[in-house]
């Protein structure tokens, strides 16, 4: 393989940010590849900046790196002026680290985290030289592969990808890398017989060897098309993080990304049950990593690389074991060392908390209450009371914090006006409690449209139409705008209603997918680059339209196009949690309280690893009840199923 | 208050990080090096670095230069000798500490003391006859007048006087090199407007440029700011120090470099 760098460095002196392509991080691996060496080409389809620090990639390219036969190099998504000038050059997708072409690479691997970034995945296998349409390649182009949370509906992409990966990376990458490697040492021939081989492999799903029928806007079913490929791609998990301290040595980049600190993931899973939440129920059980590895990955890491602010990352982590003493040790560990945990929950965030994370410096602090009023909060099974979130906020303002922001949703399902407006009121009221504390009291409200997900009990939800969401968001604007030391973001519901389109959409996609690329829609999660006519274009060409693939509420008997798919949990539970929802019953933290059986331990006998057997203290920790003193299990929730 | 100013490079693939990014690359190493770097007091501690005259990214350096102030009571225990070695270890292939030195209480910051600044600037596509005649007909004009929109306005400078002189280098690969000492004050020229101003008909591209100098301007002579024992080269061949950055930058074979 040739590096493309004296071709690629008097293009970089045209662009726009050209650190975003010279690699050259601490930590980065310039591999030699061997003769017979699977070589892998990760790649983000976004910028540098928001790609770069994604955790997932940085782990799959140190295992890679370790494992025999294979070696891994990366790259991101280049920016319109750097495509115009590579494409005007006649020059291909580069990988970072050594400048080598993305089309001489064995495989493609994309990292899938967000919907509107499908549009890149078709840009960057067309720089790199690739077909697009997967039955378009020869036996001699790479084998394009996707992971990532987006993943578990792939059937958007289907058209494009050879081979899809559901869960966890760890165990499985070395499993596809070997059964490429032997393909590839028996000549690499036969592309056909790799895709069988593949789909052999737990958690690889090759979406062209499933045939799927339609009915009107529904799918009507899903079937292999050959003996011997499964009927269900069941999920990867890694049982115990403590086996996997990766990365080992966190990239740190030269120009300035998101996240730009040191990360280390302290748990994976979340058992809070909230219904919106995709990540929450794709990745269970909790597994905790050990505290004790977790203060060696912080420590050594600001070490090595020169940071001063760590995050310690997981989808909740003030639930924590331990957590009030990790983040004291780390704080006690440096000068001017801060800590930031990012998804805290408000009714795990104490002024313990609170005054441990004061020992560096202090940022933003953003809280997640999602909706503005106790019954919307029943709905979703987000079981925090209106004092846990002043509680929350009366800590941060009371230990020195003078900027808080709120996340919330709004087209939840049985949302009313009042709901939303509810939203408006808590933010009234936390700005009352900054001022009790500094007159600058800073309180950021950020919006965002809900979009329903795959595999969550709100899957068969109808999303709230752009025109509702629009009136919702001026709606609270408008109670808003007069409210001192508030202020009000939110999301496009323009951007929502593409991103309801790729979530639950069906193969039948990928001819719109496609349409949006050739008309030039790269970066559509971008504001300017964003262009929801053409989107609406396709679909009318393509005889699809947004009422059935967004709007409509899907019935239970309903055969979704992710069906064959499975993250371990029961339908049946999904859609019991779904009635659930709307009776405004919650479900208990099953980590703490007995399993009700959602499918995601029992289904591949694993079990939770978390060192705690109680909840930490503080809040109502998901019961609506008032546990400020923690340590005990609750054993009935307010608004118990009858 | 203890300070050190050091002389570094920016040299290869990161010429094409930014001046901001530059700061940041030396909070890490600092820190990395274990260096008893004084904070500033407040709400957001930073720590206490001047750094000079910004570089345009994309543009390489012999000679950049930045302020470091150490806390009172581990910074005396600093040796400036090993200084750079000490923090080269921490710094990315590229940027390569050359000179270190103590820095006299009272001493100008960069930014007030630094005069004029000399620039190795390629001019591909043109031979060196064609570029020194150029740069004879610009020293022999009485004015060069050079118009930019800034802040969305006209305006109309003229560059003569800050042109302190013109040398052709050398013959490059591609064109030619012309070495240029630029007056700093009123304002910094650049070199992408000094070869606007002396080819007003057919505007010279720009290949790549490197500062070689930073000047000050003290009794009667122009010194380096920083002072010391190890003169920035002259030698007009760096190519030998790229080189010796770029090796530094070979990783270690990664198999290796992971068991480590």
């Known amino acids: 393989m040739t590096s493309l760098w004296p071709q690629l460095e008097p293009l970089l002196a045209q662009v726009e940010k050209p650190a975003r392509y010279i690699g050259c991080e601490d930590g980065a691996l310039e591999p030699t590849l061997s003769a017979g060496d699977v070589a892998w080409l990760l790649v983000y389809p976004d910028t540098y900046e928001i790609g770069l620090p994604n955790q997932g990639l940085q782990i799959l390219y140190e295992l890679l790196n370790e494992h025999a036969g294979a070696i891994a190099e990366r790259a991101y998504a280049p920016w319109t002026d750097l495509e115009a000038l590579l494409r005007d050059n006649g020059l291909p997708l580069f990988s970072v680290d050594t400048h080598r072409p993305a089309g001489e690479f064995d495989v493609l691997a994309f990292n899938l985290s967000a919907e509107l970034v499908y549009t890149n995945v078709l840009n960057c296998i067309d720089l790199a030289g690739v077909p697009v349409r997967a039955a378009d390649r020869a036996d001699h182009d790479p084998i394009v592969i996707a992971g990532g949370h987006c993943t578990y509906n792939p059937e958007p992409l289907a058209d494009f990808l050879d081979a899809v990966v559901l869960g966890d990376g760890e165990e499985v990458i070395a499993e596809i890398s070997d059964v490429i490697a032997s393909w590839k040492g028996a000549g690499g021939v036969e592309r056909q017989q790799l895709l069988m081989s593949l789909a052999q492999i737990t958690g690889v799903y090759v979406p062209s060897l499933y045939d799927v029928r339609f009915d009107g806007p529904a799918v009507a079913s899903i079937e292999p098309r050959y003996v011997g490929v499964p009927a269900r791609i069941e999920k990867r998990t890694v049982t115990d993080l403590g086996e996997w301290p990766y990365p080992k040595h966190q990239l740190v980049p030269l120009t300035e990304v998101v996240h730009d600190r040191l990360n280390v993931e302290v748990f994976r899973g979340c058992t809070r049950g909230c219904r919106f939440c995709q990540a929450g129920m794709i990745t269970r059980p909790v597994r905790e990593r050990p505290a004790d590895q977790v203060r060696t990955m912080v420590s050594e890491g600001l070490r090595r690389t020169g940071y001063d602010e760590v995050a310690l990352t997981s989808l909740s982590t003030a639930d924590f074991s331990g957590i009030e003493q990790v983040v004291g040790d780390i704080v006690g560990c440096g000068d001017n060392i801060s800590v930031s945990l990012p998804s805290l929950r408000v009714d795990a965030f104490t002024v313990g908390i609170a005054n441990q994370l004061q020992g560096g410096r202090r940022t933003g602090l953003t809280f997640a209450p999602e909706a503005g009023t106790w019954r919307m909060r029943q709905v979703i099974n987000k079981l925090i009371r209106e004092e846990d979130l002043y509680a929350a906020v009366d800590a941060a303002f009371s230990q020195g914090w003078r900027r808080v922001k709120l996340y919330f949703l709004t087209g939840l399902p049985s949302e009313t006006d009042e709901d939303t407006l509810g939203i408006a009121a808590l933010a009234r009221n936390c700005a009352a409690i900054g001022r009790k504390h500094t007159s600058g009291a800073s309180v950021t409200v950020s919006v965002g449209g809900f979009v329903p997900k795959p595999f969550t009990p709100f899957q068969w939800f109808g999303q709230n139409t752009a025109e509702e969401l629009t009136r919702k968001m001026y709606l609270l604007r408008d109670a808003l705008r007069r409210e001192r030391g508030v202020q009000f973001k939110w999301h496009d519901p323009k951007a929502t209603l593409v991103e309801g389109i790729a979530s639950r959409g069906d193969r039948r996609l990928g001819a719109v997918i496609e349409q949006v690329w050739r008309r030039g829609g790269t970066f559509q999660e971008w504001s300017e680059h964003f262009d929801l006519n053409l989107w609406l274009d396709a679909l009318a060409d393509h005889g699809l339209s947004v009422e059935d693939l967004v709007y409509r509420h899907r019935a239970e008997g309903e055969t979704l196009p992710w069906d064959h798919l499975s993250a371990g949990l029961h339908k049946d539970f999904l859609w019991q949690d779904w009635r659930d929802a709307l009776a405004e019953v919650g479900l208990p933290d099953c980590r703490w309280t007995p399993c009700y059986d959602c499918g995601a331990c029992t289904g591949y006998a694993l079990e939770h690893v978390v060192a705690s057997a109680v909840p930490p203290a503080g809040g109502s920790q998901g019961t609506g009840q008032d546990l400020s003193t923690g340590g005990w299990v609750p054993v009935e929730l307010v608004g118990v199923r009858p | ?260």
Not at chain 2, 28 to 51: H, Q
């Open chain 2, 1 to 260: 208050m203890i300070r050190f100013r050091l002389r570094h490079t920016k040299l290869g693939k990161l010429r094409f990080i930014s001046h901001r990014d530059i700061a940041r690359v030396w909070e890490r190493a600092l820190r990395k090096a274990d260096m008893p770097v004084a904070y500033t007091a407040g709400f957001s501690p930073r720590p206490k670095l001047a750094f000079g005259l910004a570089l345009s990214t994309g543009h390489e350096s012999m000679a950049e230069y930045l302020d470091i102030e150490l806390r009172p009571d581990e910074g005396l225990e600093i040796d400036v000798t090993t200084l750079p070695e000490r923090l080269n270890e921490q710094l990315p292939p590229g940027i390569d500490v050359t000179a270190a030195a103590p820095l006299a209480p009272g001493t100008l910051s960069l930014q007030e003391s630094v005069t004029s600044c000399t620039w190795r600037i390629e001019v591909p596509g043109l031979a060196p006859a064609a570029v020194s005649d150029l740069a004879t007909a610009a020293l022999a004009a009485d004015a060069l007048v050079l118009t930019r929109v800034r802040k969305g306005k006209e305006v109309t400078d003229d560059l003569r006087p800050a042109i302190l002189s013109l040398t052709i280098t050398g013959p490059t690969a591609t064109g030619t090199e012309l070495e240029a000492e630029l007056a700093v004050h009123p304002r910094s020229v650049r070199p992408a407007e000094l070869l606007r101003a002396i080819s007003p008909g057919h505007p010279l591209v720009e290949g790549r440029v490197l500062r070689v100098a930073q000047w000050t301007w003290r009794d009667g002579a122009r010194h380096e700011p920083l002072a010391t024992s190890q003169p920035p080269r002259e030698d007009p061949d760096v190519r030998p120090r790229v080189a010796a950055a770029v090796e530094r930058a070979q990783p270690q074979p990664f198999g290796e470099r992971l068991l480590a």
